[in-house]
Nanobody, 117 residues
Framework: QVQVVESGGGSVQAGGSLILSCDSS????????MAWYRQAPRTVREPVAL???????WIEDSVKGRFSLSRAHAKNTVYLQMNSLKPEDTAVYYC???????????WGQGTQVTVSS
């Protein structure tokens, strides 16, 4: 069973920054992609950013220019750098990992991000 663990959430004021980390027990070679999703209260979970391990990156329009993705070189960890945070970024942020061999995907438990005005 692949483990996916998010960390780095918290509470910040508008305009602040946070870095979320997503660690996985799957190796880099086993991984096809890792993505961040978020879910605000009473809404559906929506994608925010994705890193395909063939080095294709996608960032959702509402966070483009404020959020960025990066990957550690020596371990299977993906970071979501979030700058200029807005109250509407408040949500539980989830990491999703997709395996190369069978495209099975795995979710972390989520980490809360709260942005106050």
């Amino acid at each position: 069973q692949v483990q996916v663990v998010e960390s780095g959430g918290g509470s910040v004021q508008a305009g602040g920054s946070l870095i979320l980390s997503c660690d996985s027990s799957a190796t880099i070679s086993e991984t096809a992609a890792m993505a961040w999703y978020r879910q605000a209260p009473r809404t559906v979970r929506e994608p925010v950013a994705l890193l395909n391990y063939d080095n294709i990156t996608w960032i959702e329009d509402s966070v483009k220019g404020r959020f960025s993705l990066s990957r550690a070189h020596a371990k299977n960890t993906v970071y979501l750098q979030m700058n200029s945070l807005k109250p509407e970024d408040t949500a539980v942020y989830y990491c999703n990992l997709v395996l190369r061999k069978n495209t099975a995907d795995y979710w972390g438990q989520g980490t809360q991000v709260t942005v106050s005005s």
